[in-house]
C-alpha cells in the first residue's frame, strides 16, 4: 500500500498484521500456573515432579544416602512381615476353612499364589532397574537389579514346586505342559540366565548393561504367564482375585490369602534391600582393593 508505514509491514515489534500500533504487554514463559486451565493438571503435576520427585531420586541415587535410610527401614520392614507372616499362619492353619473339592490340600494356595504373584514383581522390578541403567543411568539401578534377581528366581522356584505338589491330587500328575506351566518355566529360566550373565561378566559396567538389554527382551515373558490363563485353554482356572466385577473367593480364604500376600512381599522388600546394601558394600570393597594394588604397584616402580 502506497504511504503506508514501515510498521504495517510487521517491522516493528508492536505491531501485528497491520493492525494499529498499541502498547502490548511483553510474553513471559512460565514454567506452571496456580490457576487450573485445560492442562492445569498437567502443570501442577510437573511441579510437583520438579520440586519433590527429582530431588528425592537424586537423594536415593546417592549410595551412603541409601544405606543411611535402608539400615533405618530394615529393621522396620523385617518386623513388620514377620509379624504380618505370623498371623497369616496362624489364620491359614486355625481359620480358613478347607475346601469342599479339594480338603486341605488348598492350604498349599496360601504360599503357591503369593510365591507367583512376587515372581512376576520382582521382574517387573528388574525391567524398571534396567531402564534406569540404559536410559537414566541411575548409579543404583544395577545394583537393585542384580539384587532383585536371585529373589525373584526363588520365588519362582517356589512357585512351580508348591504347583506340583498341588497339582498331583487335584491333576493327577505332576506336570502338565500348558501355558501357564510352560511359561512360568520359561520366567525361571530366564531368571536363571540373568542370573549366570552377571556372573559371567567381571567388570560390573558392562555386566550391567548385558543384563539390562537380557532383562528387557524377556519382560514379554510377563504378559504371557498373566494372560495366559485367558488367551489359551489351560489346567489353571482363570484370575480369581484381581477381577473387574470383584474377587470370587469367599472371605474366609480371601482374607488369609491377602495377609500372606502382603507378608510374602514384606520379606521380598527386606530381602531386596539387604541384598542391595551387601552388594554396594562388595564393591566398595572391590573399588578400595583396585587402588590398594594400584599403591602397591606404584611404589614398587
Known sequence: MKGASKSQYGRDPTHISGMPNRARTPYKPRLWRKRYSPCGDLHVAGAIQDRYIQPMIRELANPTRFMSLSGTLLPWVGGLAATLLAVGLYLVWFTAPADYQQ?????????????????????????????????????????????????????????????????????????????????????????????????????????????????LVGAVN?????????????LHQPASVFRIDGPTIHPSMLVPLLVMAVAFTLIGVALHLSGMRTEILRRRVRTLTILEAERLDAQAA
Not at 510377563?222 to 489351560?234: E, G, L, Q, Y
Open 222 to 234: 510377563v504378559p504371557i504367564v498373566k494372560f495366559s490363563v485367558d488367551w489359551w485353554n489351560t
Open 103 to 215: 480338603g486341605e490340600t488348598v492350604k498349599i494356595m496360601y504360599l503357591h499364589v503369593p510365591a507367583a504373584w512376587l515372581s512376576l514383581f520382582f521382574y517387573m522390578i528388574m525391567a524398571s532397574s534396567a531402564l534406569g541403567t540404559l536410559v537414566w543411568r541411575h548409579p543404583l539401578a544395577d545394583v537393585s537389579q542384580k539384587a532383585a534377581a536371585p529373589i525373584g528366581a526363588a520365588f519362582t522356584l517356589i512357585c512351580l514346586v508348591t504347583g506340583s505338589l498341588w497339582g498331583k491330587p487335584m491333576w493327577g500328575t505332576y506336570w502338565q505342559w500348558d501355558a501357564r506351566l510352560t511359561s512360568m518355566l520359561v520366567m525361571l529360566l530366564i531368571y536363571l540366565g540373568i542370573l549366570a550373565l552377571w556372573r559371567a561378566i567381571e567388570e560390573p559396567n558392562r555386566a550391567a548393561r548385558a543384563v539390562s538389554i537380557l532383562t
